[in-house]
């Protein structure tokens, strides 16, 4: 994972929150350490500071009334919660941790895992019991090596029926055993009486450190004389390894002479900003410098980024990684497949990519996440480097959103197939990922070969309301390694 290099506030900030709380007898802040550093981190970063009273720069007239407030709050995790804006609507997706350390492991594919990659559904929204399906499964997991398979129906943990108050508990386990079933549809067209039938059988699985490769599948389909490359592509890691994979695998595109590209994001939670520049640059290629997105901060920091360094609040097309040129295929329209676990970078993708080349969106809405976030620990000057020893808790706050270069931001319901390409994947039509034949891939080569018709796409009655990464906090953030400019 890559930081901020520079995460200082300023004079400003310095001002802020040491000198206006010390009083002419210069009496010690008495309230909590860490409640201090979220304090003061919000302050200085939040993206929605504007719209929390109790982060205003003038909130506190002295020491005193200062360390109350902290003081009030039991938990840093309850004060961070304070303070954030519109939890269910606007601000999803900030987030506080006691241990950084795992944290930094998972923005650079670390985690946990079993394998079993997933999405949770149920037949009627009002209904309490839930089933899972499989949606891949990662290679060399326990999962792999005990032949769980792409749509596999599971309706329990341990015996126990999944329900909308359970599941999170029974599938964070390190170890349990899943309780398998079959999709029943009565042999009707309509799926509103469909339901799963409970089975004896059943699979233990354990979770073990497992690093992953966001290149899941990568090949170069030959479609009647058309070298179309398939890219699924499930996670923007932004690790020097990957990025590097990610370069040689669009050499082995172009190498092959593709003129066409199907982009795979249906599972990709996001990531690193600057990874999805690169991978737009690899689509591309024949934009090098030009306006990727532009980004906005908080009023206060947005006015010091203006007046400093205006260029830093653009990022910009690249033609390199890391002084490596980019095999980058300059096309000039890409195919890309989305679900609601398509989020942050991936959004940022389609979305920075549209104003100049035509891009062919096939799925489902992605998530709408349009706001990047950053790592924030206990030092002077929130970076890794001189974090408190005492602790390990460190905040991950949204601290500004996306524009692509025609200002389209705020895609709170994410953004959405036109009409004609709108395709959910059917649970009990799931096909094999990377086939021609599997639903949403074949709907892409169609859309290629012109031999296809709008999608008309069966109404149904399940409800999906989440994934297996939803269960990992922070897999679907974006984050960034901007450095902020010196000397503001």
């Not at 303070?83 to 946990?112: C, K, M, N, P």
């Not at 080569?445 to 989440?466: C, L, M, P, Q």
Request: with cysteine; aromatic share 12%; proline share 3%.
């Amino acid at each position: 994972m890559k930081y901020f290099k520079a995460l200082i506030l300023l004079l400003a900030l310095t001002f802020l929150t040491t000198s206006c709380f010390e009083d002419d007898d210069d009496i010690a802040i008495t309230a909590s350490e860490i409640n201090d550093f979220v304090w003061k981190g919000m302050n200085a970063f939040y993206l929605y500071k504007e719209n929390i009273p109790n982060l205003a720069n003038d909130r506190f007239s002295n020491n005193q009334d200062y360390a109350d407030y902290l003081n009030s709050f039991s938990k840093p995790e309850e004060l961070f919660e304070s303070l954030i804006y519109q939890r269910e609507t606007i601000d999803r997706f900030s987030w506080i941790v006691d241990d950084y350390i795992a944290l930094e492991q998972l923005f650079s594919g670390i985690s946990t895992s079993n394998g079993m990659e997933f999405k949770i559904f149920q037949f009627s929204s009002t209904d309490t019991n839930i089933y899972g399906f499989v949606t891949h499964v990662l290679p060399n997991t326990d999962a792999d090596s005990k032949g769980v398979t792409r749509g596999d129906i599971f309706y329990g943990i341990d015996g126990t029926q999944l329900t909308t108050n359970n599941y999170r508990s029974l599938l964070n386990q390190s170890n349990y055993t899943v309780n398998l079933g079959s999709y029943n549809d009565n042999d009707t067209p309509d799926n509103s009486d469909d339901s799963i039938d409970q089975s004896s059988e059943s699979v233990s699985l354990s979770k073990s450190q497992y690093t992953e490769n966001p290149i899941f599948i990568n090949s170069v389909l030959d479609i009647a004389g058309t070298k179309v490359a398939y890219l699924m592509y499930n996670g923007f890691t932004g690790t020097e390894q990957f990025n590097a994979e990610l370069n040689d695998t669009f050499g082995t595109f172009k190498n092959a002479n593709t003129t066409e590209l199907v982009l795979d994001l249906r599972y990709n939670p996001g990531g690193s900003v600057n990874t999805a520049i690169m991978l737009s640059s690899l689509v591309t290629g024949q934009f090098n410098g030009d306006v990727f997105s532009t980004e906005q901060w908080n009023s206060e920091l947005q006015q010091a980024f203006q007046n400093d360094n205006p260029e830093s609040l653009i990022n910009r097309f690249v033609n390199n990684n890391e002084g490596t040129p980019l095999n980058s295929l300059n096309l000039n329209k890409v195919y890309v497949l989305t679900s609601r676990s398509s989020a942050s970078a991936s959004e940022l993708v389609i979305n920075s990519l549209k104003p100049y080349i035509d891009v062919v969106q096939i799925g489902t809405a992605t998530a709408g996440k349009y706001q990047a976030s950053t790592t924030l620990y206990d030092s002077e000057n929130f970076r890794r480097s001189g974090a408190n020893p005492g602790h390990t808790y460190a905040m991950q706050p949204l601290i500004f959103k996306s524009l692509n270069i025609d200002g389209v931001t705020d895609y709170f319901d994410g953004l959405s197939p036109e009409t004609g390409n709108v395709l959910s994947e059917s649970i009990n039509n799931l096909g094999v990922l990377g086939d021609i034949n599997e639903p949403l891939l074949a709907a892409a080569i169609a859309k290629i070969t012109g031999t296809g018709r709008s999608i008309t796409e069966k109404a149904t009655s399940v409800h999906f309301i989440g994934d297996s990464k939803d269960l990992l906090p922070f897999s679907k953030g974006m984050y960034t390694n901007k450095k902020l400019p010196t000397g503001l």
